[in-house]
């Protein structure tokens, strides 16, 4: 079974062609990826200091079909071949979400073949099931860290569309706040990546920020505040915090901010492997591409005695791949998605979507 996905939530228009074969024959599921292709659209919107719906929205819609014809010439496949569609029924941006949802809806149509509405964060926290490298992959249940632009979650995964929510932030998703400390520390959008680099440079014991809700008791996050605290201490030391000061001062703020963010979030992670008894931890997202975080949940790891898995780097930020996955392994397991489920001809998509009801 060949499943075509489709992602357009936000800035990144990814189409990917999954080939369920492998992972049938019970072989490494990472070998069904057979072509991708993706767009980001980082460098239009950085001028604006954040993504702009609209252009987002029109830009996809200008990308959509090349791509799917640049993943079907890398896979050596062609229309016919395309067994389902799976694409992002939500959640984001209701525009860009749109594009996805109709091209894919219309594209199963034409094809008499069935369309999939998938959850953008089940492509995310189920892509390590794909396998990276030689690290083999996790057992259910396990515990998912969802950590990116729009949201930071702990989830419990018990199977294949069997989401229970354990925590979550009340405010700003992590990669939200890495983003804008990365502004005021003047550095271009989305900086997460170079906020990361630029901490590596830095000295801890210069600044000691907040760690919000470390000990609040549950597995929830906060991270407005700590953003707040990397702005007072640019006001309070404005003579270092241009770009050009000879100082380190930036570095080693980036520093501090990254070892906040990095220590409640592994102290909340650890937190949820206990109450849970998993082995398996998942860490999915784009901020699961971080360094310091890895390294930090690594070292976790090994003293408590649990396993961490991720996605290959290149699928911690949004792609198609994930959601043809998803879809694939929901049309395996026989888990019907919602849109499967419905099925009134009209497309819809939900901006606003709970994995797992609070
Ligand atoms: O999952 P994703 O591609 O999009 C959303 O669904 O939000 O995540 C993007 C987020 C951005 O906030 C970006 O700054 C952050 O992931 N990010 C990072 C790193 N790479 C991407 N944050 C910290 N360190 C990184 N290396
Ligand atoms: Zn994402």
């Given at each position: 079974?060949?499943?075509?996905?489709?992602?357009?939530?936000?800035?990144?228009?990814?189409?990917?062609?999954?080939?369920?074969?492998?992972?049938?024959?019970?072989?490494?599921?990472?070998?069904?990826?057979?072509?991708?292709?993706?767009?980001?659209?980082?460098?239009?919107?950085?001028?604006?200091?954040?993504?702009?719906?609209?252009?987002?929205?029109?830009?996809?819609?200008?990308?959509?079909?090349?791509?799917?014809?640049?993943?079907?010439?890398?896979?050596?496949?062609?229309?016919?071949?395309?067994?389902?569609v799976?694409y992002?029924q939500?959640?984001?941006?209701?525009?860009?979400?749109l594009?996805g949802s109709a091209f894919g809806q219309s594209l199963a149509q034409a094809l008499q073949k069935p369309a999939l509405g998938?959850?953008?964060?089940?492509?995310?926290?189920?892509?390590?099931?794909?396998?990276?490298?030689?690290?083999?992959?996790?057992?259910?249940?396990?515990?998912?860290?969802?950590?990116?632009?729009?949201?930071?979650?702990?989830?419990?995964?018990?199977?294949?569309?069997?989401?229970?929510?354990?925590?979550?932030?009340?405010?700003?998703?992590?990669?939200?706040?890495?983003?804008?400390?990365?502004?005021?520390?003047?550095?271009?959008?989305?900086?997460?990546?170079?906020?990361?680099?630029?901490?590596?440079?830095?000295?801890?014991?210069?600044?000691?920020?907040?760690?919000?809700?470390?000990?609040?008791?549950?597995?929830?996050?906060?991270?407005?505040?700590?953003?707040?605290?990397?702005?007072?201490?640019?006001?309070?030391?404005?003579?270092?915090?241009?770009?050009?000061?000879?100082?380190?001062?930036?570095?080693?703020?980036?520093?501090?901010?990254?070892?906040?963010?990095?220590?409640?979030?592994?102290?909340?992670?650890?937190?949820?492997?206990?109450?849970?008894?998993?082995?398996?931890?998942?860490?999915?997202?784009?901020?699961?591409?971080?360094?310091?975080?890895?390294?930090?949940?690594?070292?976790?790891?090994?003293?408590?005695?649990?396993?961490?898995?991720?996605?290959?780097?290149?699928?911690?930020?949004?792609?198609?791949?994930?959601?043809?996955?998803?879809?694939?392994?929901?049309?395996?397991?026989?888990?019907s998605s919602e849109t499967q489920t419905e099925r009134s001809g009209a497309f819809s998509v939900k901006?606003?979507?709970?994995?797992?009801?609070?």
């Open positions: 079974m060949i499943v075509l996905g489709i992602e357009t939530s936000c800035d990144e228009t990814g189409l990917a062609l999954y080939d369920t074969a492998p992972l049938e024959a019970g072989r490494p599921a990472v070998l069904g990826m057979m072509g991708q292709a993706l767009h980001s659209q980082i460098a239009m919107h950085r001028d604006y200091g954040g993504v702009v719906p609209e252009l987002a929205s029109r830009d996809h819609i200008r990308r959509i079909l090349p791509l799917l014809e640049l993943a079907l010439k890398q896979a050596k496949l062609d229309l016919k071949s395309i067994d389902a799976a992002t939500g959640p984001g941006l209701a525009g860009a979400l594009v998938i959850h953008h964060l089940e492509g995310h926290l189920l892509s390590p099931l794909l396998g990276a490298a030689s690290d083999g992959v996790p057992n259910f249940p396990f515990v998912a860290l969802l950590v990116s632009g729009g949201h930071t979650q702990l989830m419990l995964v018990k199977a294949v569309g069997q989401y229970e929510l354990l925590g979550e932030t009340l405010d700003d998703a992590v990669g939200e706040a890495f983003d804008k400390t990365a502004t005021l520390l003047g550095l271009e959008y989305p900086g997460g990546a170079a906020v990361s680099k630029l901490a590596t440079l830095g000295k801890a014991g210069r600044f000691n920020l907040p760690r919000p809700m470390l000990h609040s008791g549950d597995l929830d996050f906060s991270f407005s505040g700590l953003k707040t605290a990397v702005l007072n201490q640019i006001k309070q030391h404005s003579q270092f915090a241009s770009a050009n000061a000879g100082d380190n001062f930036r570095a080693d703020l980036a520093y501090a901010f990254v070892e906040a963010a990095v220590t409640v979030l592994v102290s909340k992670t650890t937190k949820a492997m206990q109450l849970t008894n998993c082995r398996d931890l998942v860490l999915a997202g784009g901020v699961a591409a971080n360094t310091q975080l890895r390294l930090a949940l690594q070292s976790a790891a090994k003293n408590l005695q649990f396993n961490v898995f991720y996605p290959p780097l290149e699928l911690c930020t949004d792609n198609g791949v994930m959601i043809a996955f998803a879809g694939a392994l929901r049309l395996l397991s026989k888990v901006p606003r979507w709970d994995l797992a009801p609070h």
